[in-house]
């Protein structure tokens, strides 16, 4: 079966450091993605990992651990306009993404 | 740059008329995907296509169709709308384009879609 999952709901302060994780449990493995969606808006495409380890990306880096099903997505010098859903998504052996819940995270000032 | 459309965005419609949800993208990417999201909740694959001529239905159970007659184009039809099928429901694509191969999904806009 394929199974997800993530923390329902984070919250950070403006500046600080926030890491959220997921768990997956798919019946195949081509790739891990996490996208960022703002309320009532489309997901946006943050980062991918194929193979273990860390991307970076700017404020954003992502890490990944085949071998635990395993990876979070940290975000640093947090901004107000992070406030989103980030959503964890493994793409299996074709072409098709199984997503997580989502994790809703609040920035406050 | 991504180019994926969805029209309308936002729709009302009443219990029982037949609907056709566009999507379109200008990438000349092969493979396109409809996912169906309630709010706050997460996404669910209701059809995908990997080309022209090909669909197949998702993991989530869905009594909406699709055809892929062109490359660019993945209209979703309902043919009698119920309350239940009230939702948000996002068009994706991803593939080739410009000589690359993008692993992540594009996502359009999305429609709105409510069903009294």
């Known amino acids: 079966g394929q199974n997800i999952d993530q923390p329902t709901e984070m919250t950070a302060t403006e500046g600080a450091i926030v890491q959220i994780n997921c768990t997956y449990q798919?019946?195949?493995?081509?790739?891990l993605f996490w996208y960022q969606q703002h309320a009532g808006e489309a997901p946006t495409f943050l980062s991918y990992n194929v193979l273990d380890g860390l991307e970076e990306k700017g404020r954003f880096s992502s890490f990944l651990s085949r071998s635990k099903g395993y990876s979070y997505l940290l975000l640093k010098e947090l901004q107000m306009k992070d406030s989103a859903s980030y959503l964890c998504?493994?793409?299996?052996?074709?072409?098709?993404?199984?997503f997580g819940p989502g994790t809703r995270l609040s920035v406050l000032p | 740059e991504a180019d994926i459309y969805q029209t309308p965005r936002y729709l009302v419609i009443g219990t029982g008329k037949k609907i056709t949800l566009e999507c379109s993208q200008t990438m000349g990417h092969d493979k396109m995907y409809w996912y169906q999201q309630d709010p706050g909740m997460e996404l669910h694959l209701i059809h995908y296509s990997y080309g022209v001529n090909s669909t197949e239905k998702g993991d989530l159970s869905s009594e909406s169709t699709v055809s892929r007659i062109r490359t660019e184009h993945f209209p979703l039809t309902l043919e009698s709308a119920r309350p239940s099928h009230t939702s948000q429901y996002l068009c994706?694509?991803?593939?080739?384009?410009?000589?690359?191969?993008?692993?992540?999904?594009?996502f359009g806009p999305g429609t709105r879609l409510t069903v009294l």
């Open positions: 998504a493994v793409r299996d052996y074709g072409q098709n993404f199984v």
């Open positions: 994706a694509s991803m593939g080739l384009a410009g000589g690359l191969t993008y692993n992540e999904q594009f």
């Open positions: 798919t019946s195949g493995f081509n790739g």
